[in-house]
């Protein structure tokens, strides 16, 4: 930018770029004086340069323009002057030890194969999930033994409860307006409909639960009817219709014994990938969708689901054998695992990391039931091609 830019008048150039050659004052050239009152020499080195006629021997004015020249091109623009070579850093110390002890373990990180985090976590309250979970487990098999209509209840009201949770969710991050009221009655009504009248019964009522969906959104504004339409009949068949496969189970005369293989080979896929993931788990299995899912603990939830399987099959089920159930295994576990992910996909768009709080150190009810759901139709339709439908 030149000097006239800033609002001042140009001044006579003493040199050019550095690629034109020495100044004209070194070369002898003799430049004009501008017009006006005579200036001493001295007052004119401190207002402005105005160099006269080229001294024989150079300017000594002009030599310590040069040399601030030259300090301008050689700064980071041009990178002239090399900083001079610097050796290697000495090693930091060691942090010091505190006097009550050795100090604490060294990160995942420093260790070989460590996944950069500063130290494994268990991820949840584990006193707290262990308790909920066995209250829960005694609760579900207390009802499945004693009297399969109360299983039946306690189901509905799992089912309503996790419609309550999505359709709640929905509305705070996404505001889609999902009606409860038929969701929740249409819900009870697949299951107790598929228990009583079987595949044939709960595919009535999952109908007419999307048209009562339909019609009770028609009593509030147009706006949004399509999408607030489409969420409740995506509710509807993610939360009661997969949940009427294990009442289609309860149906047979070993009814119980199928839901708790069920149930057992879900639990067991869990905690299997859950413990092998935790102290082995290296390479992520879905980093998108759920970072804390690794490849090991897949694995982890297949050899566990599939050793439960076979003793399963072979002494709980009449006519089972011990291959069928390394089969059912694995397809439980892999149902399972996708459960888990695809509910993780709905958090990770609503934003949220559980459904909700009811159960402490597992989150909502639909964070325990992610992996049920898809199961149920698995392992109904493997139990009648293995055992019939009982």
């Known amino acids: 930018m030149n000097d006239s830019s800033w609002g001042a008048p140009p001044r006579p150039r003493l040199w050019g770029p550095a690629d034109q050659g020495p100044s004209p004052s070194l070369r002898g050239e003799v430049r004009p004086v501008p017009a006006g009152p005579a200036h001493d020499v001295g007052e004119a080195a401190q207002t402005r340069p105005m160099p006269t006629v080229p001294h024989a021997g150079g300017d000594p004015r002009d030599a310590a323009d040069r040399d601030r020249g030259a300090a301008r ?10 900083e001079p070579e610097r050796g290697p850093r000495p090693p930091a110390a060691p942090p010091p030890t505190p006097p009550d002890g050795p100090g604490p373990p060294p990160s995942d990180a420093a260790q070989p194969g460590g996944t950069g985090s500063t130290k494994k976590s268990a991820g949840r309250n584990l006193p707290a999930a262990i308790g909920v979970g066995v209250g829960l487990g005694v609760v579900v098999v207390a009802s499945l033994f004693i009297y399969k209509p109360v299983f039946v209840g306690v189901l509905a009201v799992a089912v309503v409860i996790g419609l309550w949770e999505l359709t709640s969710r929905l509305a705070e991050r996404k505001d889609i307006r999902v009606p409860l009221v038929p969701l929740a009655v249409g819900g009870v009504a697949m299951v107790v409909a598929g228990y009583v009248r079987g595949a044939e019964g709960a595919w009535v009522a999952v109908s007419l639960t999307a048209l009562a969906v339909l019609v009770w959104r028609m009593t509030e504004p147009p706006e949004n009817y399509l999408r607030d339409v489409t969420a409740g009949v995506f509710a509807a068949f993610y939360v009661p219709f997969l949940a009427t496969f294990v009442a289609l189970m309860l149906a047979a005369d070993d009814g119980p014994r199928r839901v708790l293989v069920f149930l057992l080979l879900t639990v067991v896929s869990d905690t299997g990938a859950y413990a092998v993931g935790w102290r082995f788990g290296r390479h992520k299995l879905a980093p998108r969708i759920s970072p804390g899912k690794t490849r090991e603990g897949l694995l982890g939830a297949i050899a566990f689901a ?57 989150g909502g009810i639909m964070d325990r039931l992610d992996s049920l759901l898809p199961t149920a139709p698995v392992v109904w339709l493997l139990m009648v091609i293995f055992v019939g439908g009982g």
């Open 73 to 82: 091109l050689s700064g980071p623009l041009f990178r002239d002057d090399r």
């Open 306 to 362: 599939m050793v439960a399987g076979a003793l399963s099959m072979q002494y709980l089920i009449k006519g089972g054998a011990w291959w069928q159930g390394l089969l059912l295994g694995l397809a439980v576990a892999v149902s399972a695992t996708l459960g888990d992910l695809g509910e993780s996909m709905i958090k990770r768009d609503l934003g949220i990391k559980d459904m909700g709080r009811l159960l402490p150190g597992h």
